[in-house]
């Protein structure tokens, strides 16, 4: 549970902001009998059901088998005479659940309605409202770190970065140098292809006595080498043949990026590594408040040359103007939930009068000027 890696906001500015938050109805619960006193309790840590014949049963909502709702309710079904069934989310966090004190629940007319602060319908908005200000945007916010983005040049000294602030470029390169080529001897496949990702190399082998889907980590094999040997050792009919001098010092991590490449007894897929580094760049305006995304070198970025970049970019902390819009857009989201969809006003008192609203409108002008301040600039 929580909210995720780059939400612009907490679900603690949340509720600070919206001050009171409506509860709602987590699960329904009751004891099958109805001799004696039967009653449940919400603790901060835990459910207490009291049976009057056979004793109390304390669930600890700690505990990693029973703190979701899902759990929770299943470990009171497992009791002898409990019933409950969900009402919210199930993957929400049963410590959320509201402090109550202990309450008859025996037999079905005393069935009990356990309430819920709704943290995980804020989680949920939250990131939804991060994912719609990113698109809008048309850029990442919040610092993540970007592996082998590709560029071209244009013939300008300057290249535009599509994520910004940029906090740190780790690496620049350009062209493509085949380290080592490979082909997959298995006649009777169906297909056999390699895909390079940022993270795995993957090989596949469909159908045949060599049939095969395997995925090697680049960053377990401190060289191409020993990547190469990897393969070998799958022995799913793949061979390789090293086309580089530095194979045994570089990293199987400075390949390139390839789509699914498909490859037979004789037709080969070239992996590649980056052919030049470069030193001579610097980020233009540095400083988060103004940065822009922009490297600029001595040098051209040559026109048709292909460049690849590791950087860091977006964030570190999130602008108020930001988070707040982020906010906003929770709370106009959790509003719309509540009302009627279709009406834009509604008067009582003499004549009725029922207006509806344009739902083609989309956001309110003022959250949309606030997210204008963060969206896309073009150098």
């Not at 040049?153 to 085949?178: E, W």
Request: proline share 2%.
């Amino acid at each position: 549970m929580g909210v995720g890696t780059y939400a612009l906001t907490s679900v603690a500015e949340v509720y600070a902001y919206l001050g009171k938050v409506p509860e709602k109805d987590a699960f329904w619960v009751y004891f099958s009998g109805t001799t004696g006193t039967n009653t449940i309790q919400i603790n901060d840590n835990s459910v207490v059901l009291v049976d009057a014949d056979n004793g109390t049963t304390t669930i600890d909502i700690t505990h990693a088998s029973y703190d979701t709702l899902t759990e929770l309710v299943a470990a009171i079904n497992a009791v002898a005479g409990w019933n409950a069934g969900l009402i919210y989310h199930g993957s929400a966090t049963s410590t959320d659940l509201i402090i109550t004190g202990a309450v008859g629940a025996e037999g079905v007319v005393n069935e009990q309605t356990i309430k819920i602060l709704p943290t995980y319908t804020i989680e949920k908005a939250i990131d939804r409202a991060t994912d719609f200000i990113e698109y809008y945007c048309d850029r990442k916010l919040k610092t993540r770190s970007y592996t082998q983005e590709s560029y071209y040049g244009n013939r300008s000294n300057k290249l535009l970065l599509d994520q910004y602030p940029v906090m740190r470029v780790i690496r620049l390169r350009s062209g493509r140098s085949t380290s080592f080529s490979i082909k997959n001897t298995s006649t009777d496949a169906n297909f056999c292809t390699v895909e390079i990702t940022s993270t795995t190399i993957r090989l596949v082998v469909d159908g045949g006595t060599n049939v095969d889907d395997s995925a090697l980590t680049l960053a377990t094999y401190t060289t191409i080498d020993a990547l190469i040997a990897a393969i070998a050792a799958l022995s799913k009919g793949w061979s390789c043949t090293t086309l580089a001098t530095d194979t045994s010092t570089r990293d199987a991590s400075e390949l390139l990026i390839r789509p699914s490449m498909n490859v037979t007894t004789v037709v080969q897929a070239e992996c590649e590594t980056a052919d030049s580094e470069y030193t001579d760049y610097q980020v233009i305006s540095p400083a988060e408040s103004r940065n822009y995304g922009v490297i600029e070198r001595p040098g051209v970025f040559f026109s048709g040359t292909e460049y690849f970049i590791d950087y860091t970019a977006g964030y570190t902390t999130i602008p108020a103007a930001l988070e707040q819009a982020c906010i906003e857009l929770v709370k106009y989201k959790i509003d719309q939930s509540t009302r009627d969809q279709g009406l834009k006003s509604e008067k009582l008192g003499g004549v009725y009068a029922y207006e509806k609203a344009d739902l083609k409108a989309g956001l309110p002008a003022d959250l949309l000027m606030e997210l204008n301040l963060f969206r896309r600039v073009e150098v």
